[in-house]
């Protein structure tokens, strides 16, 4: 059964950091491209950052640039994505999504495994 299974959304004041988690099972991990999503309340949902198979390639949102890490590690099946510097405005669930391919996108749709997500909520 393939599953994505996130991790680490909390409470935090803004200025903070967090570090999330997303678990992978099922699946050939180095096959996929691992993204990172976010969903407001009332808002589409929006790419965050993503990494080629093995991290050597990663991609950010403008709003998160300088801000956010994505990183993984393949011997544990995991993606992680650093969030430092937080802000209300990164207040969101936060899902991991895999896409079977080798170039990194920030669409949704070209992902076709999607997690549960984990809540971040970010306090002023």
């Known amino acids: 059964q393939v599953q994505l299974v996130e991790s680490g959304g909390v409470l935090v004041q803004a200025g903070g950091s967090l570090r999330l988690s997303c678990a992978a099972s099922?699946?050939?991990?180095?096959?996929?491209?691992m993204g990172w999503f976010r969903q407001a309340p009332g808002k589409e949902r929006e790419f965050v950052a993503g990494?080629?198979?093995?991290?050597?390639?990663?991609y950010y949102a403008d709003s998160v640039k300088g801000r956010f890490t994505i990183s993984r590690d393949n011997a544990k099946n995991t993606v992680y994505l650093r969030m430092n510097s937080l802000k209300p405005e990164d207040t969101a669930v936060y899902y991991c999504?895999?896409?079977?391919?080798?170039?990194?996108?920030?669409?949704?749709?070209?992902?076709?495994?999607w997690g549960q997500g984990t809540q971040v909520t970010v306090s002023s």
């Open positions: 099922g699946l050939t991990f180095t096959n996929y491209v």
């Open positions: 999504a895999a896409d079977e391919s080798w170039l990194v996108t920030a669409i949704p749709s070209n992902y076709n495994i």
């Open positions: 990494t080629s198979w093995n991290g050597d390639i990663t």
